[in-house]
C-alpha cells in the first residue's frame, strides 16, 4: 500500500507516476472514496495505460471536489508529465521554487481533504439524523396504527357482546311469552271444559223418539234382477245362443258388482273411522313446552311439582346439564 511519503513524490514530480502500479492507486480510492486526487490519480494512469474507462474515472473524481477546474488542471499536468513535455521546463526550475510549489500543494491537498472530510461528516450526520427522523416517523406511524386497529377491535368485541346480550334478551323474553300463553291457554281449556261439563249436566235428557223401522234387507231387485221381475232362470235350461249367454254375463255381473261394492264399502268405513279416531288422540293431547325458561316460570308460580317434572325431562334431554338440574331440583323440593 502507498504511504504519504511516496505519495508527497508523487504530487511533486508527476512522472513518478509511471513507476506506480494501478492497483496501488486503486487500492487508496478504495480506503478513501472522498479524496479526490486519489481518483485523479487513478484516471491518469488508466489513461496512461490505455484503459476505456478512464473519462468516467476523471468525472468520479470531479464528483468528489469543490474545485473541479484545479482538479482538471492537476490531470493535464499528470497527462503532460507523462508525455514527456514538461521535462526541460522542470531542469531550469529553482529547486525553492519546487520546494514552495511542493508545499503550497500539500497545503491545498490537506486543506481540500480537510474540508472534504467535514463536508461528508456534515453530510453523513446530516443523513444520519434524516434516518433517524424517518425512523421515529415509521415508529409513530406503526404505534398509531397498533392502536387505532386495537381500539377498532375493541369496539367491535362491545359490539358483539351488546348483539349477544340483546339476543339472549330477546330470546328469553319470547320463551317466557310462550310458557305464559301455554299456561293461560292451559288454564283457559281446564275452565272450558268445567264450564262445560256443568252445562251437560244442568241440561235434562231429552225425551225418548220412537225409532223409525230399520230394514234389515236390501232391495231384491239389487241382489237379482230377473227374481224381482217374477223371472225365473235356470242356467243349465239356458242356451248357447246369444241371447243366453248375454243373460248369464249380466247375472254374473250384477253379483260381481255387488261384492265389489260390499267390499269397498267396508274398507271406506275402516278408513273413515281410523281418521276420526286419529284426529280424536290428537285433540285430546296437549304438547308440552320442555325448555328451561318454562319450568323457571313454573317455578315462580308455584307450580314445583310441574317445574321438577320439567327439570327432569330436560336432564334427560341436555345430560351436559344434567347436574344443574339436580341441584334446581333438590332447591324446589326444600
Known amino acids: 500500500m502507498m504511504n504519504a511519503d511516496a505519495f508527497n513524490r508523487l504530487l511533486q514530480q508527476p512522472s513518478l507516476l509511471k513507476e506506480t502500479s494501478l492497483a496501488e492507486l486503486e487500492q487508496l480510492a478504495y480506503e478513501y472514496p472522498w479524496f479526490s486526487t486519489a481518483h485523479l490519480l487513478v484516471a491518469a494512469k488508466k489513461q496512461q495505460n490505455n484503459v476505456a474507462d478512464t473519462e468516467q474515472q476523471l468525472q468520479k473524481a470531479v464528483a468528489y471536489t469543490a474545485k473541479p477546474l484545479w482538479l482538471t488542471n492537476r490531470y493535464k499536468l499528470f497527462s503532460n508529465a507523462l508525455a514527456g513535455k514538461t521535462a526541460v521546463a522542470e531542469k531550469e526550475t529553482v529547486i525553492a521554487d519546487e520546494n514552495d510549489a511542493a508545499i503550497d500543494a500539500m497545503v491545498l491537498v490537506e486543506a481540500e481533504d480537510t474540508r472534504e472530510k467535514v463536508e461528508f461528516a456534515e453530510d453523513e450526520t446530516a443523513y444520519d439524523a434524516a434516518v433517524v427522523l424517518d425512523a421515529e416517523a415509521e415508529i409513530e406511524t406503526a404505534k398509531l396504527l397498533e392502536d387505532a386497529e386495537a381500539e377498532a377491535a ?28 301455554a299456561i293461560e291457554s292451559a288454564d283457559a281449556q281446564d275452565a272450558m271444559q268445567e264450564s262445560i261439563n256443568k252445562i ?70 275402516s278408513n273413515e273411522e281410523e281418521r276420526v279416531v286419529t284426529k280424536a288422540t290428537e285433540s285430546n293431547q296437549q304438547e308440552d313446552v320442555i325448555t328451561e325458561t318454562m319450568a323457571e316460570v313454573l317455578a315462580k308460580q308455584g307450580r314445583k311439582a310441574q317445574a321438577i317434572d320439567l ?24
Do not use: C
Open 311 to 334: 327439570y327432569s325431562k330436560l336432564s334427560l334431554l341436555h345430560p351436559e346439564k344434567s347436574v344443574y338440574f339436580a341441584s334446581r331440583i333438590e332447591e324446589l323440593k326444600q
Open 154 to 181: 375493541a369496539e367491535a368485541m362491545i359490539a358483539a357482546d351488546a348483539e349477544r346480550e340483546v339476543a339472549d334478551f330477546i330470546e328469553k323474553t319470547d320463551a317466557e311469552l310462550a310458557a305464559d300463553a
Open 200 to 269: 251437560i249436566t244442568a241440561t235434562p235428557a231429552p225425551a225418548a223418539q220412537p225409532l223409525e223401522p230399520v230394514f234389515t234387507f236390501e232391495p231384491f231387485h239389487t241382489v237379482d234382477y230377473f227374481a224381482s221381475q217374477g223371472i225365473k232362470l235356470t242356467e243349465d235350461r239356458l242356451g248357447n245362443d246369444v241371447l243366453g249367454n248375454q243373460v248369464k254375463s249380466f247375472t254374473q255381473w250384477l253379483r260381481s258388482m255387488k261384492k265389489i261394492y260390499v267390499e269397498e264399502k267396508k274398507q271406506l268405513d
